[in-house]
């Protein structure tokens, strides 16, 4: 469901010229990640290596992706779209380097710049100003860099007066503004976007988003992950979509864009059937106990009367839902 926010991001020229080349910038070559997830827990290390010993560990497999390749040639930009769980983050955590394919290759060109989980490796202890080192080293800048580049992202985050405070009393939003300012400090030439930025308050997201589009106008490579339709067609030339883990169309933004419109128009109406269903068992269920309570002349108590309201406003509740996203997705 798309929402004010989102829309804030689309480029004011909604067709901008985009700078291409005939260089490679992204190639992902036959990649598939394979996850293995453990059916018991294990407590120590030591618990791990005996069970392993005895061959008593047992996993299940999940592919989370499979055989997905496509190239990305410099300038252009890329939208994945998908329905939750069809591996568009784990895409872009693969591209970004933080997860390594089980089978095939990915080969990227130039300084990347992942604004994936913003803040996912600061560590709480540390103050802002140590994080800033240490999450600079943990996306693979060198220290003298990050020295160089101190200044310009303790201003850009707005924090110079908590810089010294453990980050552990730090509030979500100026974790996330740390963390975007530290990910922004290159000059990026593949720029890898997670869903929607929406960082801090009203004012720094409107100069967080300026920071993007300045990004795209220098000619930079995009991977950009939205459920909405609108920012992808007007950001992207090209898209790919997912569904549990492999590319089923992939072409022009516009293209790929309508496949996935009618995709999750299905999806919302199988969801809606599914809840009338849910709504018409309960319905029938009150009518058997007030045919009951008629018959014995005996009241229904106040507890199943509450249980079986509850079940119907839970159940309203979701159908509320399933039409607000089905009106998000056609705005």
Same mark, same amino acid.
């Given at each position: 469901?798309?929402?004010?926010?989102?829309?804030?991001?689309?480029?004011?020229?909604?067709?901008?010229?985009?700078?291409? =080349?005939?260089?490679?910038?992204?190639?992902?070559?036959?990649?598939? $990640?394979?996850?293995?997830?453990?059916?018991? *827990? +294990?407590?120590?290390?030591?618990?791990?290596?005996?069970?392993?010993?005895? @061959?008593?560990?047992?996993?299940?497999?999940?592919?989370?992706?499979?055989? +997905?390749?496509?190239?990305?040639?410099?300038?252009? @930009?890329?939208?994945?779209? /998908?329905?939750?769980?069809? /591996?568009?983050?784990?895409?872009?955590?693969?591209?970004?380097?933080?997860?390594?394919?089980?089978?095939?290759?990915?080969? +990227?060109? *130039?300084?990347?710049?992942?604004? #994936?989980?913003?803040?996912? /490796?600061?560590?709480?202890?540390?103050?802002?100003?140590?994080? $800033?080192?240490?999450?600079? %080293?943990?996306?693979?800048? %060198? @220290?003298?860099?990050?020295?160089? &580049?101190?200044?310009?992202?303790?201003?850009?985050?707005?924090?110079?007066?908590?810089?010294?405070?453990? #980050?552990?009393?730090?509030?979500?939003?100026?974790? !996330?503004?740390?963390?975007? !300012?530290?990910?922004?400090?290159?000059?990026?030439?593949?720029?890898?976007?997670?869903?929607?930025? =929406?960082?801090?308050?009203?004012?720094?997201?409107?100069?967080?988003?300026?920071?993007?589009?300045?990004?795209?106008? &220098? *000619?930079?490579?995009?991977?950009?992950?939205?459920? %909405?339709?609108?920012?992808?067609?007007? $950001?992207?030339?090209?898209?790919?979509?997912?569904?549990?883990? &492999?590319? $089923?169309?992939? *072409?022009?933004?516009?293209?790929?864009?309508?496949?996935?419109?009618?995709?999750? =128009?299905?999806?919302?109406? !199988?969801?809606?059937?599914?809840?009338?269903?849910?709504?018409?068992?309960?319905?029938?269920?009150?009518? &058997?106990?007030?045919?009951?309570?008629?018959?014995?002349?005996?009241?229904?108590?106040?507890?199943?009367?509450?249980?079986?309201?509850?079940?119907?406003?839970?159940?309203?509740?979701?159908?509320?839902?399933? @039409?607000?996203?089905?009106?998000?997705?056609?705005?």
């Amino acid at each position: 469901m798309s929402n004010q926010n989102e829309k804030n991001l689309v480029p004011t020229e909604t067709e901008d010229t985009l700078i291409i =080349s005939d260089e490679i910038a992204v190639k992902v070559d036959h990649v598939s $990640i394979l996850f293995n997830l453990n059916k018991e *827990g +294990v407590d120590s290390f030591k618990e791990y290596m005996i069970k392993l010993l005895k @061959r008593q560990l047992h996993y299940d497999e999940f592919w989370a992706l499979t055989d +997905v390749s496509f190239e990305l040639k410099k300038g252009e @930009r890329l939208g994945i779209l /998908g329905l939750n769980g069809a /591996g568009k983050s784990t895409l872009l955590k693969t591209i970004a380097g933080v997860l390594k394919p089980y089978e095939g290759s990915v080969t +990227v060109k *130039g300084v990347i710049a992942p604004l #994936l989980e913003l803040g996912a /490796g600061f560590d709480g202890q540390y103050t802002g100003k140590e994080n $800033i080192f240490l999450y600079g %080293s943990v996306m693979g800048y %060198s @220290r003298d860099f990050i020295a160089s &580049k101190y200044d310009e992202i303790v201003k850009f985050s707005e924090l110079e007066k908590f810089i010294d405070v453990p #980050l552990k009393n730090y509030s979500s939003g100026m974790k !996330a503004r740390l963390g975007f !300012a530290i990910a922004t400090a290159v000059e990026p030439e593949v720029l890898i976007l997670d869903e929607v930025l =929406s960082v801090g308050d009203a004012k720094f997201r409107a100069k967080s988003e300026k920071k993007v589009r300045s990004m795209f106008d &220098k *000619g930079v490579t995009v991977l950009f992950v939205s459920h %909405s339709v609108d920012q992808v067609k007007s $950001i992207c030339n090209k898209a790919i979509l997912l569904e549990h883990g &492999k590319i $089923i169309a992939q *072409g022009t933004a516009e293209e790929v864009a309508a496949i996935y419109e009618e995709k999750t =128009s299905k999806t919302l109406e !199988a969801q809606m059937k599914d809840a009338v269903k849910d709504l018409n068992k309960v319905k029938n269920k009150i009518a &058997k106990i007030n045919e009951a309570a008629a018959q014995t002349g005996e009241g229904v108590s106040a507890k199943v009367v509450k249980d079986v309201q509850v079940k119907v406003d839970d159940i309203n509740k979701e159908l509320g839902k399933a @039409r607000e996203a089905g009106e998000g997705e056609t705005e």
